[in-house]
């Protein structure tokens, strides 16, 4: 089993910046799809961005182009660079691996195996 585990989560003003990064166990870290969840105060975990084993991005609607995802494989950790944060982005933030190696574009939760912890963003207005 993959553990994940999440830092960088915290309080920020609105319009303000953070960035998140999720640190990997896993020995073949660099062939897997990874993903950023967020889940709301009283709402459903959704999907927020992902990065596929060879370095594909891809990104829900909502973010208007304010997130950026990355990863380094050498150090096995991936990374959201959250911009122009807003506070209806606060929310948990989870880090997830996906369930298989060499997937591309996968949103859904089933599609991932393995899961951090959270990490807290909150942001002020």
């Known amino acids: 089993q993959v553990q994940l585990v999440e830092s960088g989560g915290g309080l920020v003003q609105a319009g303000g910046s953070l960035t998140l990064s999720c640190a990997s166990s896993?020995?073949?870290?660099?062939?897997?799809?990874m993903g950023w969840f967020r889940q709301a105060p009283g709402k459903e975990r959704e999907f927020v961005a992902g990065i596929t084993w060879d370095m594909g991005t891809y990104y829900a609607d909502f973010l208007d182009g304010r997130f950026y995802i990355s990863r380094d494989n050498a150090k096995k950790q991936v990374y959201l660079q959250m911009n122009s944060l807003k506070p209806g982005d606060t929310a948990v933030y989870y880090c997830?691996?996906?369930?298989?190696?060499?997937?591309?574009?996968?949103?859904?939760?089933?599609?991932?195996?393995?899961w951090g912890q959270g990490t807290h963003v909150t942001v002020s207005s």
């Open positions: 896993g020995p073949s870290f660099s062939y897997y799809a």
């Open positions: 997830a691996a996906a369930r298989s190696q060499y997937q591309g574009g996968i949103r859904r939760e089933a599609d991932f195996g393995s």
